[in-house]
């Protein structure tokens, strides 16, 4: 099983969010701009933006402070793929539109810490495989639990996870409660300039055991991070 891993993140990719930093669609150049968000709060110097390479879309990504690099993030359940529900990482506040073309890409720079932020809507479990139990547990940062410390989920209360092999950093999400949504925060800090995939391990798309549609389609369950030197 652990062999298949390898495999799986072939067409993956991954994380956060840069810090002032836009990927153009071409993957080269670099842009500054203000998040959607911060221009409506007015609040003007040090705007941060979503990264989104390889897409035309920008997600509302936003800086919680100066060096911290923040990437929000939902996850739906209510996203249609070939007409089916299908588990989705979204940029939060994204509409039907601003989806059109992301493939889950985000750019952060190296060695400044990285604050994820999901909120999760999924109350379904989907515990991992054997092969891929560890990633019940949080590695390379710190993650909490609606405010709370955690390092492992419970494999039975898996729903998700948000694994990027490249950095070693691994989120393990627990279902929400039902009808309700938690929120996860992972803190990590890049110590590899490149771009790695991201994805989730967790059996939650249909068809393949678990792995096609959402797991096997970048913008759903896989994207990839950029990390920039
Ligand atoms: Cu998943």
New binding site residues.
Partial sequence: MRLSIGALILTAIAVAVAAALAVSPGGGAVTQTRSQSQAAAGTGAGGRVAAVAGSTQMGPVQSAGTHVQRIDLELRTTEKYNGEEQ?RYVPVGSTAASLKGWTGHFTVKLGQPVELRIVNTDDGS?PLAPGYRQFDAVQGGTETVEGKPVSYVPNSQIA??FTVLGLNVNAAIPAAPEGATNTIVLRFTPTKAGTFPWQ?F?P?GTWGNGFGA??DNPGW?QGKVTVLS
């Fill in positions: 588990p989907a998700h996870t989730c967790a939650c959402a797991m369950m």
